[in-house]
């Protein structure tokens, strides 16, 4: 009787009233106590008709109840869809539709709009409120407090996660049990995690980062979390003093320097800043050392992949690397024409293979097979070279992404909405450097003959589809766009005009 993912994150704290959870309103949630939730959760779950293998789409606020949510469904072998609260109902329709989940459990506020799409695609809908309030978790209150853990193999699946592509159809990851587990457990021991750990937790649950990552490495540890809400600056600086590590993107590690109250001494009883998600600019990494001591471990991962990469905790950790690949990840650099492996130095795509590798992306084959090879590697999209030391370096994307704040953003979804609106010829949609965020959205549109384009209305209908987060911060009205001979976009030129345009 076995489930590897609840037993080895979960089930081990069994009996332990250790805290797991310390709460901004100073409460402290148990491992037991949080286990005794997770299983009152996984008791409805099981109630409402669901079956091991079934999808569980959640678009929730983080709630000590939202995390046992997952837990909940990694007891009873469901496969957990966490979604980001941004999202518009637009997306979430796709989502749902596309996964086929069984049940959506949503903010109360959200339950009018959502209702109807879920009924309408045969999945049930509960409730979930930011403080824990709504339908889930009032049926929970009457269950009882342990749920007979369900059976599952390390390579069934454990959750999905969504990932736009660059055609702008949205792809489902599907991960495994052991793709968490492998990686929980790595990098628990590559970055000494240990039960007297406690993680000031800052990042979103709907992304690999804040929830396999941050999490799982916690729970694998028996450590704790200084569970926030979200990033909240002071909120950070008042805690730090009481947390032993960091997780976050590179804006957290920008927005702390920014304030003078983030100094040597408030981070005294810190062990590990980690970076990771986007690009650490170098000259943050030396400020962030001058400022407290401390140097940021930066480590390198994606969604299909969870972590590849980290630099050492003990030894050199280099700014502008990612460090070497995590034990028992293979990583290669090929020439994105032949898929030959180049030559130690030289610059091409990375691809990696391991145990932390997803299984392929749901219901889509063709996507599956031109990113992951029959022999195991997955082809990342990014561009990088090993230096004669082993250190990776990422140098680029060979995928048409912006990251802002660590957030994706596949400009061809926003294209794809910019070119349908009136009087629009085309449009590029591109990154441009940005103080904060690290890269922000930029669109350009070319009018149709004769037409001018109302780029307000443009906007709008963009507010109205997708999440906030993928709004350009500006609409640029242009002639034509930059082409080569070959006739295809130029985005590096529209970069490199506009590469001013947010900076500080
Ligand atoms: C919020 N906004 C963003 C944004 N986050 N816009 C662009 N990019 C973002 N990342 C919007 C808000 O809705 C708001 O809209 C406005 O921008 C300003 O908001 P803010 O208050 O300044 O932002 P804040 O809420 O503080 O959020 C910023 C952030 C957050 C950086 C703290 O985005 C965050 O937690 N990011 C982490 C993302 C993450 O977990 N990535 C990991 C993916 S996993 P308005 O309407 O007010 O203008 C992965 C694999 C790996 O990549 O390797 O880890
Ligand atoms: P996601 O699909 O949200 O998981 O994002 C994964 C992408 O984030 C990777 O393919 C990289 O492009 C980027 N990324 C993650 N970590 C780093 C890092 N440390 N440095 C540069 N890019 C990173």
Redesign the pocket.
Known sequence: MVNPLFDRLFGIHAGKATPFLHLLNGEVITHQDFLGMAAQIANVLAQTGLKPGDRVAAQVEKSPEALALYAACAQAGLIFLPLNT?YTADELTYFIENSGASVVICDARSEVTLAPIASGLGAGIETLNANGSGTLMDQAAAMPLSYATVDRDGDDLAAF?YTSGTTGRSKGAMLTQNNLLSNAETLAQEWRFTSDDVLLH???I?????LF?ATNVTLAAGGSLIFMP????DAVLQHMPQATSLM??P??YT?LLSDDRFTRELTQHMRLFVS???PLLAETHVQFEERTGHRILE?????ET??NTSNPFEGDRRAGTVGFPLPSVELKITDPASGETLSQGDVGQIEVRGPNVFKGYWQMPEKTAAELREDGFFITGDLGKIDGDGYVHIVGRNKDLI???????YPKEIELMLDDQPGVLESAVIGVP?P??GE??LGVVIAEPGQSPDLDAMMEAVRQAL?????PRQLILLDELPRNTMGKVQKNILRDQYKDMFAS
């Open positions: 941004a996660l800052a990042l979103p709907f992304h690999t980062h804040g990552v979200k990033f909240d600056l976050g993107v804006t957290f927005r990771g998600s986007a480590r390198y991962g994606m969604t969870n972590m990251i802002s704040g660590g957030y994706n953003i940005h904060d965020f922000t959205v999440a906030r987060f993928k709004h």
